[in-house]
């Protein structure tokens, strides 16, 4: 994942995470770099769960994902 310059906006990371799930360790991340962490209570309503790395301007962007340029 690529660092973005500091006051650029949240970055928003979803990752699917399935049962034995116990805690967050997260290394090297500076005060304030984590705004929150939060889960889906009833997952069944999700068809399909998938990881993603939105980055500060995802909402400008195209809505979909080039695999070679």
């Given at each position: ?26 290394v090297d991340a ?10 889906a209570r009833d ?27």
């Open positions: 994942m690529t660092r973005q310059p500091a006051g650029s906006g949240l970055t928003h990371i979803l990752m699917p995470i399935y049962g034995g799930f116990r805690r967050l360790d997260v500076p005060p304030g770099c984590i705004d929150g962490v939060y889960r997952a069944r309503q999700f068809s399909m769960l998938l990881e993603a790395n939105l980055p500060p301007d995802w909402r400008r962007r195209p809505l979909y994902q080039r695999l070679a340029e």
